[in-house]
């Protein structure tokens, strides 16, 4: 929100020599920080405001052309020049004879280090510069030049202060619990309060007794959604009647465009009151207006050109012919105010606030009025805007109000907060009187009744978010000064370091990086469409009611699509030697049980506790890579390696090192895998998960290189690692043997290493496959799988026959089991 500090003044009667500083720790204390302090970059030399007496077309030129006489003060005056006018070239088309307009004379220096001098151009002398608002550095339209309307404004008089160049803008980072900081109003309650200053409060004004019937019929349908609605109608507006300076120079420094009197005077009053507007072209609107929420089907083009397709769950402003306003976000293009529109209807309403910020998020529509409805408005105020409104329209447009006003007000009272006097106190953990407690609460607009120790405070219509004791309390502790509260902090408690799961995690990390994989975090969102694209099942997410993508609503129940995309990205972006790593959370599909809403007076019980414990879903901890290109870089040394399968397993063969459990891989057959070229990882009997060559068709329809790989492990599901025992070393000799062993290519490793490890016995002490070979020497659909036996016995020199026999039983278990051939 930005707050010009003129504007400011007009309601606060600052103390002498307050400054910006003063401002700036004033706003501290009640809790809004400064975001920045804009000020109009500086103009030095005679600027003044001038008179147009005439302009003559000038032809023959390849754009159009004026050279206008300005009358710019007396000679005597700064720049000089006479009754008479100077004469200045112009190209801008947007002003006429009498008007009154910015000049600068030569010797001004303009914002961006732009000097002005008399010059010959056009074939004329132009001595001076008309300027328009972005040549003057208070915004950015360039269109034409600024009109500072006909009357008024004396010529020759300084135009620093007609503009407020010397005006500072606070801009204001503003809460969502503090919507009504979102006004002029709200921000000038809370600087009086920290001053202790006077202010006069803009919405104190009585509306008029506006006579007659309604003047249009109204219906609200959902009361709950909207339980107030007010709406006056207008007639005998001057289409052309431009918007006064002084509300465009505000205007700008708040960052509103200004577009026409009716749209300028709604947005002012928004700004003044907090109280966002709506005008309608009454001439558009077709019988009566009824707020309800959509039916199937409808669309309405908004006022920003784009068709939407409405929700069962938004909320409209209708008539005869249907949608032509979403509540609270923005109008239809129907009942646009245009250039010719001489009658209107204002509308002013409250609306829920939960509602208008669904419909912001479905539409991607966000909008200054949505941003304040959102954070809650002041029901109470909004006949109060539209007296305002009208007061403006009638001062600048010749409008007059025609008829009654309409104002469907279903409101219940607000229920009053039961508090304890001594309960501020006790959470700030300073003395504060009951006598201050009261002070504050009435200074922020509370009505207080004080029944012994006990008071019963009813929070004020503009504060929607004082709901409990806790907020009441807050409220208080701002007021006596957050900085009177003693910093001390307690003593930390001795910690007991990190969790085993933490460590695994930390271990696993550390271990995939050491191995050449980059950590690629991805977000933990998810939609169908991705998740089947990989073939994997879509019933059951866990989808959210407020997604950030309408393509991602639901929580990921697999690290692979984020994995897959990250890859496609940089893929996209020209890198080719790809290898990332997720560790993070999935979400199990499920049933989810409702979570209780727990107290905020109190501790919740264990019950309460136990329930929202049970509607969380299962959320275990996954780790997943993801390979693509070359995983040995090719250079002078070689033509490098390309990553296959066995790199996707071999790195789940590094998680289940970092976890010390031992992992068996076995032949799978699961998507996204390729069917013949995907592992099932294995522990303790338990398939913890899949690692191997993605399917081609996957890798298509993703974009992805051909032969791209991943593995994806679920780490919970891995046994706590034991204590590590010193392994045994024995002083004999070992006995060391080879085989070749031909089985069909088919045939999984696993499960051949398996049996001999089993028919070796206990003389064998290690296993290690040190070649694969297919080829015509041991025939088509056959395969040499070449191991290295390493056999000793821990308490004697082991014997050649004795490492033979357990050699021999070795190799006739695979050739019984796996019809093993021992090669020659």
Known sequence: MRVPISWLSQHVDLPAGTGVEELDAAFVRQGLEVDAVLRTPETTGPLVVGKVLEIEELTGFKKPIRYCRVDVG????????????????????????????????????????????????????????????????????????????????????????????????????????????????????????????PWQDPAAATPPAWSGEPAWAVEVADPARCDRFSMIAMEGLDPAAPTPWWMRRRLTRCGVRSISLAVDVTNYVMLELGQPMHAFDRDAVRGPVVVRTARPGERLTTL??????????????????????????????????????????????????????????????????AKRFERGTDPDVTVVALARAAELLSEFGGARVAGGVVDVDTRVPR????????????????????????????????????????????????????????????????????????????????????????????????????????????????????????????????TLRNPLSEQEPAMRPSL????????????????????????????????????????????????????????????????GVALSGLREPRGHWGPGRAADWADAVEAARTVAGAAGVELVVRAGDRLPWHPGRCAELVVDGVVVGWAGELHP?????????????????????????????????SSFPPVRMDAALVVESAKPEAAVRETLRRAAGDLLEDLQLFDVYEGPSVGEGRKSLAYAFTFRAPDRTLTGEQAREAFDAAVAAAAADHGAVLRA
Not at 114 to 133: K, L, P, Q
Request: proline share 9%; charged share 20%; glycine share 12%.
């Open 74 to 197: 007396n000679p005597g005056d700064a720049g000089g020049g006479g009754r008479e006018g100077r004469g200045i070239v112009c190209g801008a088309r947007n002003f006429a004879v009498g008007d009154l307009v910015v000049v600068a004379l030569p010797g001004v220096v303009l914002p961006g280090e732009f000097a002005i001098a008399a010059r010959e151009t056009y074939g004329r002398v132009s001595d001076g510069m008309i300027c328009s608002v972005r040549e003057l550095g208070i915004g950015e339209d360039h269109e034409g030049i600024l009109v500072l309307g006909t009357d008024g404004i004396e010529p020759g008089t300084p135009a620093a202060g007609v503009l407020g160049l010397d005006d500072v803008v606070l801009d204001l980072e503003v809460t969502t619990d503090r919507g009504y900081c979102m006004a002029i109003r709200g921000v000038a309650r809370e600087v009086a309060a920290a001053l202790g200053a």
């Open 304 to 369: 920003d050109g784009a068709d939407r397709a409405l929700d069962a769950d938004d909320l409209l402003i209708t008539d005869d012919s249907g949608p032509i306003g979403l509540a609270g976000v923005m109008g239809g293009s129907t009942t646009e105010v245009s250039g010719s529109t001489t009658a209107l209807l204002l509308e002013a309403a409250h609306w829920e606030p939960t509602g208008i910020g669904r419909g912001v998020r479905r539409h991607k529509l966000p909008s200054e009025a």
């Open 415 to 542: 229920p009053a907060i039961t508090l304890a006097a001594d309960r501020p106190q006790a959470v700030a953990g300073i003395p504060i009187a009951p006598d201050t407690v009261v002070d504050a609460l009435r200074t922020v607009g509370c009505a207080v009744d004080a029944d012994g120790a006990l008071l019963a405070v009813t929070p004020p219509s503009w504060r929607p978010d004082l709901t409990d004791p806790a907020d009441l309390v807050e409220e208080v502790v701002r007021a006596v000064g957050y900085d009177e509260i003693p910093g001390a902090l307690p003593t930390a408690p001795p910690g007991r370091g990190l969790t085993p799961a933490q460590r695994r995690r930390r271990s696993v990390g550390r271990a995939l990086a050491d191995a050449g994989y980059t950590e690629a975090p991805a977000y933990p969102f998810v939609g169908p469409t991705a998740l089947t694209a990989l073939g994997l099942p879509t019933e059951g997410l866990l």
């Open 560 to 623: 692979l699509p984020g994995l897959l995309a990250t890859l496609a990205r940089n893929i996209g972006r020209g890198q080719r030697d790809l290898a990332v790593f997720e560790l993070g959370v999935v979400f199990t599909p499920g049933e989810v049980s409702a979570a209780p809403l727990p107290p905020v007076d109190r501790r919740p019980d264990d019950d309460v506790l136990a329930a929202l414990l049970g509607a969380v879903p299962a959320q275990p901890w996954h780790v």
């Open 697 to 729: 068709r996957v890798c298509a329809d993703l974009e992805l290189p051909a032969r791209t790989c991943g593995m994806e492990l679920d780490l919970d599901a891995l046994p706590e690692k034991s204590v590590a025992q010193a392994p045994e070393i």
